[in-house]
C-alpha cells in the first residue's frame, strides 16, 4: 500500500519498482530499515524476537540488505548483508546475518549430479553423487561394471533425480541459522541447518531436517558437495567433491 511504501522510503528503504513487490496482510512495514529491493519479492509477517547467547534479542525483520528475486517467510530475520541475497526463498523462521553474499547464478541443481571418482582417482568407476544416494547404491556402481545395464540403469535414475530437482531458485528452509558466512554460491539448505562462520560454500546441498539437523562451523569450505542428514562439518573442514 501507498502508506508501507512511504514507511519503507522513510526508513532508508528503496525498490526498482514497488509494484513488485507483494506482502502478507499482517506485514509491518517499521520491520525493515535501510535494505533494497530488485527483481521479485514477496514478504511476510514478522512477529518474532529472537534471543541470542549472552541475552542478545533481535526482533524479526530485515535491516541492512540487498534482496533481489527472493521470497522471505514469516518471522525471517536477515540483517548486516554484505553483498546483496538473490534469488532465494528463505523459510519461516530462519535467520541470516552478517553473510557476505548469497546467490543462485543460474539453473543449479546444488551439487546433485557431480561425478566422483570412487576407488580410483585415475577415473573410470566414477559415481554421480545425489541427495538420495546409499552406500548401497553407490557400491554398486563403483564395483559393478561387469553388469552395465544395472550401472547404466542406476545412472540414468540419478541423472532423471538431478534434472528433476535442478532449479534457478535457491531454497533455505524453516528453522535455519546462516551467521558469520563468506560466500554462499548455489546452494540449497534443508530445515533446521545452521552454518556459523562458514568461509565459502560453492555448489551443494545441506539436507538437515528437524529430527536430524546439519551443522556447518568456522572456516569451513565446501565445493560440489552434498551433506546428508545429521551431519556435522566444523573447524576449518575443506571438502570437495564429496557425499558426507
Known amino acids: 500500500t501507498a502508506p508501507e511504501i512511504e514507511t519503507l522510503r522513510s526508513q532508508g528503504c528503496n525498490a526498482d519498482d514497488w ?15 535501510f535494505t533494497i529491493f530488485t527483481g521479485q519479492i514477496r514478504m511476510g509477517a514478522f512477529d518474532k524476537t529472537y534471543n541470542l547467547e549472552g541475552g542478545i534479542s533481535r526482533h524479526s525483520g530485515i535491516t541492512n540488505a540487498t534482496l533481489h528475486n527472493c521470497v522471505v517467510g514469516d518471522n525471517v530475520y536477515i540483517g548486516r548483508v554484505g553483498n546483496y541475497i538473490a534469488n532465494y526463498e528463505i523459510g519461516d523462521d530462519s535467520y541470516i546475518e552478517n553473510v557476505d553474499m548469497m546467490t543462485v547464478t543460474e539453473k543449479s541443481s546444488f551439487g546433485n ?14 559415481v554421480p553423487i545425489f541427495d538420495l544416494l546409499s552406500a548401497h547404491t553407490a557400491y554398486m556402481m563403483a564395483l559393478y561394471r561387469h553388469r552395465p545395464e544395472l550401472t547404466h540403469n542406476l545412472q540414468e535414475l540419478a541423472a532423471k533425480y538431478t534434472e528433476s530437482i535442478s532449479s534457478d531458485m535457491g531454497h533455505i528452509g524453516h528453522s535455519v541459522m546462516i551467521r558469520n558466512c563468506g560466500k554462499i554460491v548455489n546452494v540449497k539448505f534443508g530445515d533446521c541447518t545452521e552454518a556459523d562462520g562458514c568461509a565459502e560454500l560453492l555448489n551443494g546441498s545441506v539436507n538437515g531436517n528437524q529430527h536430524a539437523p546439519v551443522k556447518l562451523g568456522t572456516h569451513v569450505m565446501a565445493r560440489n558437495f552434498i551433506i546428508s542428514s545429521g551431519s556435522e562439518i566444523t573447524e576449518g573442514a575443506m571438502i570437495d567433491r564429496c557425499f558426507v
Open 19 to 33: 509494484d513488485n513487490i507483494q506482502v502478507t496482510n499482517n506485514f509491518d512495514a517499521t520491520r525493515v530499515r
Open 113 to 126: 549430479g557431480t561425478m566422483v571418482a570412487a576407488l580410483n582417482e585415475g577415473g573410470g568407476r566414477e
